[in-house]
């Protein structure tokens, strides 16, 4: 990736490529999810990618929790 896309668009993308990936079977181990971060993730910016990932986990979390509540109402 171009050094030009900030760090956080940089590991969304990243994040989503895994999540894509695993989603379609194409990774198998965690050794595979490893190997992605560390080539995708920039020496010292470790802080960063974890503040992107939790970020990415509460917004999915919302959406599932919005997604189960309107289930519940058209019960």
């Known amino acids: 990736m171009s050094e030009s896309v900030p760090l956080r668009d940089k590991y969304l993308a990243l994040i989503d490529e895994i999540v894509q990936a695993t989603l379609k079977g194409k990774i198998s181990s965690q050794g595979q999810v490893y190997q992605m971060l560390l080539k995708g993730i920039s020496v010292g910016t470790g802080e960063v990618f974890e503040l992107v990932l939790s970020?990415?986990?509460?917004?999915?979390?919302?959406?599932?929790?919005?997604?189960?509540?309107?289930?519940?109402?058209l019960r």
């Open 55 to 73: 970020e990415n986990l509460d917004s999915t979390q919302r959406r599932v929790d919005g997604e189960t509540d309107e289930l519940k109402k």
